[in-house]
């Protein structure tokens, strides 16, 4: 069965700092998607980026950059230069790419950005 | 702005109630899904649908009813609801074929069951 674990429920980081949130995962397949969501206190889920399992380049986008360590089975999450606006509830999670595309989400890291 | 809407945004109902939340979008996906949220906890799938069919029904009750008129459109219908089906509920879609496709969230409906 495929689970996501995500040991840091709340994690402070001040203004203009790097953060990194940190995911584990465990899967049986060989083909699979990790991804990261941000959650603000308004309750919007907001899709940030994706890493497939086959992909050989960390991905990143803007900001955000995923580190993919396969052996390892973790996907951390890095935040470049916060902001107050990055305060939120972040999800780590993963699809096994059926024919549903269902994903299994972490338990989620709470991050406060600190001025 | 997010692509996929929900209505309403808040919704508070008695237990003997019947309503509905709304779902739409407009991105061409051909999956959608519904979640329901506790307060400081992840999303629980609560059912999958593809191609306008049901395809996955996680042990959902049955005072929880979903449907999808259209590849567009997903209802989830509420009757005779329990306090502690108080939450947060989140439609979602997305690409089926493919690689692993993500998931495109609404803002959601927080319902409040009195």
């Known amino acids: 069965a495929q689970k996501i674990t995500q040991t840091q429920p709340g994690m402070f980081v001040q203004e203009k700092e790097a953060v990194t949130l940190d995911c584990t995962y465990d899967?049986?397949?060989?083909?699979?998607?990790l991804f990261w969501y941000k959650q603000p206190s308004s309750g919007e889920m907001i899709f940030l980026i994706y890493q497939g399992s086959y992909d050989e380049q960390n991905a990143t986008e803007g900001r955000y950059s995923l580190n993919f360590q396969k052996a390892r089975k973790s996907a951390n999450l890095v935040i470049s230069a916060s902001q107050l606006g990055d305060s939120a509830m972040y999800f780590c999670a993963m699809s096994d790419g059926g024919a549903t595309n269902k994903l299994i989400f972490g338990t989620g890291t709470l991050l406060a950005v600190q001025p | 702005d997010t692509e996929v809407t929900q209505t309403p945004k808040h919704l508070v109902m008695g237990m003997t109630n019947k309503k509905s939340l709304k779902c739409e979008q407009h991105m061409g996906h051909r999956a959608m899904y519904w979640y329901k949220q506790k307060a400081k906890k992840p999303p629980e799938l609560m059912f999958v649908?593809?191609?306008?069919?049901?395809?996955i029904n996680e042990s959902v009750p049955s005072r929880f009813s979903p449907e999808c008129p259209n590849s567009s459109l997903l209802n989830l219908h509420l009757h005779a609801l329990q306090p502690e089906d108080s939450a947060l509920y989140l439609c979602a879609s997305s690409h089926i074929t493919g690689r692993h496709q993500p998931q495109h969230f609404g803002d959601g409906t927080r319902l409040s069951i009195l």
């Open positions: 649908y593809s191609y306008e069919k049901l395809s």
């Open positions: 899967t049986s397949d060989q083909s699979y998607g």
